[in-house]
Nanobody
Framework: QLIESGGGLVQAGGSLTLSCTAS????????MAWFRQVPGKERELVSVIDSNSNGTYYSDSVKGRFTISRDNAKNAVFLHMNNVQAEYTAVYSCAAEFMPPTETMDPRRVDFWGQGIQVTVSS
């Protein structure tokens, strides 16, 4: 089970940190990711972190603005969002995949999904 927290309303240019806490899985064996989705559009991969934090991936749209991190002792993954823009408004979901073959994450291969949390950026 993955449970997100930390979403809400933030002003453009501001910062927000999303958290995702995992239970019921051996967290250290999973790569973790954040996806986002806007109504009417496909789910978009935002960022990925591998199981021991040695590798990360960011989509071009968030590179330099977002930072993904994890705390394996607390079974948690975080998405630090800086200088947010209105186009970042979406439902953000965390995801877990057991040993993905690439640095990215295919949503069709995800083993666990969070329920999603709304992030709204006001301009």
């Amino acid at each position: 089970q993955l449970i997100e927290s930390g979403g809400g309303l933030v002003q453009a240019g501001g910062s927000l940190t999303l958290s995702c806490t995992a239970s019921g899985l051996t967290f250290i064996r999973y790569s973790m990711a954040w996806f986002r989705q806007v109504p009417g559009k496909e789910r978009e991969l935002v960022s990925v972190i591998d199981s021991n934090s040695n590798g990360t991936y960011y989509s071009d749209s968030v590179k330099g603005r977002f930072t993904i991190s994890r705390d394996n002792a607390k079974n948690a993954v975080f998405l630090h969002m800086n200088n947010v823009q209105a186009e970042y408004t979406a439902v953000y979901s965390c995801a877990a995949e057991f040993m993905p073959p690439t640095e990215t994450m295919d949503p069709r291969r995800v083993d666990f999904w969070g329920q999603g949390i709304q992030v709204t950026v006001s301009s």
